[in-house]
Each structure stands twice: as structure tokens, then as C-alpha cells.
């Protein structure tokens, strides 16, 4: 049976949301592990020289979370629940957080 006849509170936009910010997310978080995984574990910022590339392969899945915030909200404007809520919410962090995260190596860095 397909997934959307099981669950009839997963609307295709919802679906396509879920699936945008999942995408996003791992490849955010690849990003930032390429970026200041190396600095926090030698200590020293070796790999900092990939900043600018970091940056620019970052914008195409930060853009992915801003739709996935858009999408989110309009399955939340279709049906209310609390698959969509959280989409919204954690597109909503995620959309703040990662350039934070990316640019200073996260809220829990011990990088100066």
C-alpha cells in the first residue's frame, strides 16, 4: 500500500518537504564537518583554506531549507499537524543556524 494511502495527514507537499530538509540538512551538516571537524580535533586551522568553497557549496542547501520552510508552511496552512509543525520548526532553526554554525563552527565550538 503506498505511504500517502496509510497516513492521509501526509500531504504531498508535506512529503516533499520532509524529504527537501532531510537533503539539506545532511549535506549542511557534510559541510561542516568538512569545515571545523578538522580544527577541532588537531587545533589547528589547516583546513580554513576551504572556507570559501564551504561557503559557496553551503547556499544551495540552505536555499533547499528556506523551501522546505515555505512548503512547510503551506502543508501547515492545509492540514495542521504535527508533522508539518515540525517541519516549520526545524526549517526554521536549521535556515538560522547553519550560517551561524558554518561561519563560527557551531554554538558548542572551543575554536577562538
Known amino acids: 500500500m503506498h505511504e500517502l494511502a496509510v497516513r492521509p495527514h501526509a500531504t504531498p507537499t508535506l512529503v516533499?518537504?520532509?524529504a527537501i530538509l532531510s537533503m539539506?540538512?545532511?549535506a549542511l551538516a557534510l559541510l561542516?564537518?568538512?569545515?571545523?571537524v578538522p580544527v577541532l580535533v588537531t587545533g589547528t586551522g589547516a583546513s580554513l583554506f576551504l572556507w570559501p568553497l564551504?561557503?559557496?557549496l553551503s547556499l544551495l542547501p540552505w536555499?533547499?531549507?528556506v523551501v522546505?520552510?515555505?512548503l512547510g508552511v503551506v502543508a501547515r496552512r492545509r492540514a495542521e499537524t504535527r508533522?508539518?509543525?515540525a517541519v516549520v520548526v526545524a526549517s526554521a532553526v536549521l535556515s538560522g543556524l547553519a550560517p551561524i554554525?558554518?561561519?563560527?563552527?557551531?554554538?558548542f565550538s572551543a575554536v577562538a
Open 16 to 18: 516533499v518537504a520532509v
Open 68 to 70: 522546505a520552510l515555505v
Open 83 to 85: 508533522g508539518s509543525t
Open 24 to 26: 539539506s540538512g545532511t
Open 32 to 36: 561542516w564537518s568538512v569545515m571545523w
Open 101 to 107: 554554525a558554518l561561519w563560527f563552527g557551531g554554538p
Open 63 to 65: 536555499g533547499g531549507v
Open 54 to 56: 564551504v561557503l559557496a
